[in-house]
Every structure is written in C-alpha cells, then in structure tokens.
C-alpha cells in the first residue's frame, strides 16, 4: 500500500492554522472547565465545541489525499497533545483523578520512608509496580519541579511516546504513512483516551513502553538489527514489567505470537528474524517478578476475573437486570450523545469487518499484521459486557489495549477504500466524517456526564473530587492528629486522606471491614462498635454534602455496600450527624462541610 503525497514530503501544509484550531479548541476548554467550577456559562456545550475544534479539522485533514508525511505526523502530535491539555485543565495544580491518587500515595511513602514496596491502603498492588514511581520522583530531584507538575509532564511525554510509536509501528506493518496516522487518530476513538489513560497511572506510562517495544522489535524484523537496539529493546521489556501488570502480560502475549508467527515462516522457508529471545524474556520477567515481588496481584486480578464472570452469569441466568447505559448516579447524558455513542459502534464494527477481510488476505505479505488483527476481534467480543454491571469496569479498561489492533484495522479499512475509488471529494468528505464520528463516539462515553467536568467546590452537592474544604482537613489531620491515623470515611475522602493527609483509611480486603459498616448505621450500635474495633478504626470524617444527593459513581463508601450501583436516595443528614449524639465519640475538626471526629473509645 503506497503513498501518494500530492505536497512535497517536507510541506507543512495547513498543520499550523489547524495548530492554532486546537489552541482555540483547548481555550474553550479551559472556558469550559471554569465555567463548572464556578457554576456559570453553559460548560457541556463549551465543552463540545472545543472537543470539535480540535477534532474535526484534524480528521479532515488526514483523510485528505494532499498532506506530506511530516505535516501528518505533525498533525497528530499536536492532536495528542491538545487532548492531553483538555485533561490537564481539569485540575492544572494538582492531581484530581482516583488513580492518581494512588500513586501519589506511593511516592510520598517514597518520600517519607525511602523504601520501595510500603503498603498502600488505596490499592496495595500499585506499590509493588515502582517504574511510574521511580521515574516521576527522577524528574522531580533532577529539576525541583512539585509532584503534580512532573507527575503531568511524565504522562505528557508518554503519550507523546505512544503516538510516534503507533505511527511507526503501522507504517512498518502496512508500508503506508497516511494508514499510519490515520490509525493514530483513531486510536483517540478509545474511550479511555480523553481521560483514564491520560491520568497519572502505572498503565499510562506502561503501554506507551510496550508500544516503543514492538516498534524496536518490528525493525530488527526489517533487518534493522544491532546488539544496542536488542539492549534497548530488553530494557525496554524489563521496565514494562516493573511499572504496570496487564501491560507486560499483553506484551508478553504479543511478542510470543510473533515468535510464532516467525516460526512458521521459517517453516514454510521465509527465514527471517524471531524474536523468541524477547519473548522469552518478556515471559521470564513477568513470572519473576509476579513471585518475588507482586504475588498479591494475582489474587487482585483473579477477583476481577469472578466479578466479571459472576455478573455474567447472574445476567443470563435472569438473577440480575442488565446494566442500564449512559447513566452516572442520578444525571443521565443527553440523548443526542446516545445516539452518537451508538452510531460510532457501528460504524468500527464495519470498519472492523472490512478491515480483517483486508488483512486476512494478505496474511501472506504482511503476516506480522495478524497480531494487531487478533486484539481488534476481542473489542465486539466484549461489548455485550457493558451491559453487566459487575463486567463493565473490564470492558472498559480493556479498550486502550484492544484500540491498539482496532484504530490500525480501521486505518487500513479506510485507506483501501480511498484507493479503490477515484479521486473524489465527497468520498474524501465521507471518510472524514466517519473517522471524527468514530472519535467523538469515544469522547461520548469517555467519563462519566456528571464527572466530565470539574465540580463547583461551593456547590451543596455530593462530592465526586477533592477541593476546597476538603484538602484543608486533610491537611489538618496529617498535622494535628499525625501521619498513619486509622480512619473511616466515604470513597473521595478515603483518596485524599491517604494521598494528602497520609493517614490509613479502612482498606477492606486487607481489614475485613467497610467503612460503610460503620458510617450507614442510623445508630452506633453493637455491630458498628464490633466494625470499629475490628478496623482498629480511629477517627471517623464526615462530609455533610453526602445527604445531598446520589454520588454519580453508584456508591458512598465502596462497591460492596448495600445498594451499590442501584442508589435512588441519599443518605440522611441524621445518619451522618449520628456521633454528635453518641458518648464516647467527640467532634475534634469542623469546617461547616468536613467533620471529623475521635472513636477510638467506642471500641
């Protein structure tokens, strides 16, 4: 598949008006973003309306036949990053997102301890996986820049990583710039792209690794071999395994499908490189560090692995209803991004089919395409697990591995469907809109509505981030009440007393006790004694924004308290004052929304 360029391979073209349309777009953006924060403006719309800036002239570009490659890979670099910025604009100063808040936690035991492996009461797993860790905490002794600022520029440069990588690797495979990146800019079609995976978290450095991995790989199969770049590329493979766990599986799994792969061209008297030294590594370390180090993520993984088959099962058993899309507690999204949701699906699904005839038959000339076509098949695979409550969280998270195989399957669909036909421009008008719909499907359900946005911190609303009020108590309890305080709280402060106020809230599969046991009571009984002595439990915080409403995330304090994921009322302001009245319990901070209060004599 051959390019066509009609502007000299070193134009620019249009890439810096269409720079200064993603400028605009992250603009309204940050509009946007204030607009919510301080309850004003019209923010969703904003919101769009800069998503389109920055999307349409972009995907209209690169289905365009005119751009040169260098315009092209300027086009989806400056594309990567003004989504990255519609992120970072979300919380500028600090980390926002729940599993940043994790690895926050990690560093500052870092910090504090000077030990790797310090156990991590928000997600004991994420500790034994220090590559993020290591790296952030490098750039910050190096440059004195505060966490937050390098934990973000960290992320932004691996996402940088991650799209020269794709476009790289796809032009390997498919011998076709514009298939290239047009795959990248499909690959943003991932729901995950906007903001999961641009959050600071061990998978948003790990896959980017994995990607600059099987490039390395993918030109030692050109030819392009040399012990530096066989060093590099185990290096590459060893980092992968300390920073995150599905992405070394995942890039175990390819590099063993190649070797495979290789190993029947030899057969079949191809010759050519194998890569079995590599994947032999790739497995090794995974085993390796999996026993030595990371044991617990086994059980982690192997709980998720039943959630999800159990929610299956109960689903087509007729013992639970389906899960009911596009909803996030009470706030339902508008119909509109239903139907967009909806019309993206279908169109990857043909795209998808067309693309995989395409591969298929040329399995022969390009074989190493057969992986990227293997992981896009899993994506219709797992959509009917969107629809099982217990299920959806792996569907989603499956998405920015599976999108990797899919946006380069759609990318080559595309391409030949552009060149079976001639020139026209409605054809070339017609690929586009497809491509930004498919993208702006993505978006669609990229979070949740109620989430998308910041939230007013003066608003009386529940609370689904850490501001104002709240980050001065935990400030305050990290310094009146010290550091590794056992505490008891709902989810969102259970975050932010460990990542800021470096205390020790209820982490249920290690304390066998929930922090609802003890804050949903109507009276401290018995049962909610018997929870604070088991938890060891200190002190208690309450945020009296919880009556206000039903948290978009379908539960107050964790998944697994009554009522989870079907929440129609709030919990009672009476409930929640139910310690003022309580002997033995005593109010030691009270800032008019945060309360906290000492326990440890009801145990």
């Known amino acids: 598949m051959s390019d066509r360029d009609t502007l000299p391979a070193g134009s620019v073209g249009l890439l810096m008006p269409i720079a200064l349309a993603s400028a605009a777009g992250v603009l309204v953006i940050a509009l946007a973003d204030a607009g919510a924060r301080e309850g004003r403006l019209s923010p969703h719309a904003l919101f769009w309306l800069g998503i389109a800036l920055i999307v349409v002239p972009t995907g209209v570009r690169l289905c365009s036949r005119r751009p040169s490659a260098r315009e092209r890979i300027g086009l989806v670099l400056v594309f990567a990053l003004a989504l990255y910025l519609a992120k970072v604009l979300y919380s500028p100063t600090r980390l926002a997102f729940s599993d940043e808040f994790v690895h926050l936690r990690s560093i500052h035991d870092d910090l504090l301890h000077g030990r790797l492996f310090s156990f991590n009461p928000l997600l004991p797993e994420a500790a034994r996986y220090p590559g993020l860790g290591d790296i952030t905490m490098g ?155 990371a044991n617990v993520t086994a059980p982690y993984l192997g709980s998720i692995a039943s959630n999800t088959g159990e929610g299956l099962f109960s689903v087509l058993t007729g013992a639970a209803a389906t899960r009911k899309l596009f909803t996030s507690g009470a706030q339902v999204s508008p119909a509109w991004e239903h139907a967009l949701s909806i019309v993206a699906v279908l169109i990857t699904l043909a795209g998808l089919a067309y693309g995989a005839y395409l591969i298929w038959r040329g399995r022969r000339a390009a074989p190493l395409m057969l992986p990227l076509l293997a992981i896009a098949i899993i994506y219709p695979l797992l959509l009917p697990l969107r629809f099982i409550g217990s299920a959806a969280e792996t569907a989603n998270r499956s998405a920015e591995f599976l999108f990797l195989g899919l946006g380069a399957v759609l990318a080559v669909a595309a391409i030949a469907l552009r060149g079976r036909r001639p020139a026209s421009p409605l054809l070339g008008v017609g690929l586009a809109a497809l491509a930004v719909i498919v993208v702006a499907g993505g978006v669609a359900v990229s979070w949740q509505y109620s989430e998308r946005l910041p939230q007013d911190p003066s608003a009386r ?32 402060d259970h975050l932010g007393l460990a990542a800021y106020g470096l205390e020790r809230p209820l982490y249920a599969p290690d304390d066998h006790v929930s922090a609802w046991q003890i804050m949903l009571p109507p009276r401290v009984v ?68 945060q309360q906290i209060y000492a326990v440890s004599a009801l145990r």
């Open 526 to 593: 018995g049962e909610v004694r018997r929870a604070i002595a088991a938890g060891r439990v200190q002190f208690v915080m309450v945020d009296s924004r919880l009556s206000e409403g039903v948290p978009a995330s379908g539960f107050y304090f964790d998944k697994g308290e009554p009522g989870a994921g079907a929440l129609t009322r709030p919990v009672s302001a009476a409930v929640l004052g139910k310690f003022d009245h309580t002997p033995g319990a005593s109010r030691v901070y009270d800032n008019g929304v």
């Open 139 to 293: 750039l910050v002794r190096l440059t004195g820049l505060p966490i937050s600022t390098a934990a973000m520029v960290v992320i932004g440069a691996a996402r940088m990583l991650l799209m020269l990588a794709l476009m790289l690797g796809v032009e390997r495979l498919s011998g076709s710039s514009r298939a290239a990146t047009l795959a990248a800019f499909l690959y943003a079609a991932n729901p995950n792209f906007l903001y999961w995976s641009a959050q600071f978290s061990y998978e948003s450095l790990a896959l980017p690794l994995v990607a600059f991995t099987l490039v390395l790989v993918l030109r030692r199969f050109d030819g392009e071999a040399s012990r530096r770049g066989g060093a590099l590329a185990a290096a590459a493979i060893l980092a992968v395994v300390v920073t995150h766990h599905l992405s070394s599986y995942f890039l175990a799994g390819v590099l063993v499908l190649w070797s495979a792969i290789a190993a029947w061209r030899g057969r079949r008297g191809s010759g050519g490189y194998n890569p079995w030294r590599l994947a032999l590594l790739a497995v090794a370390g995974v085993v390796g560090w999996l026993l030595a180090v």
């Open 461 to 492: 609303e529940v609370p689904h981030e850490t501001a104002g009020s709240a980050l001065a108590a935990y400030e305050w309890s990290a310094s009146e009440l010290g550091r590794g305080r056992r505490f008891a709280s709902d989810f969102v």
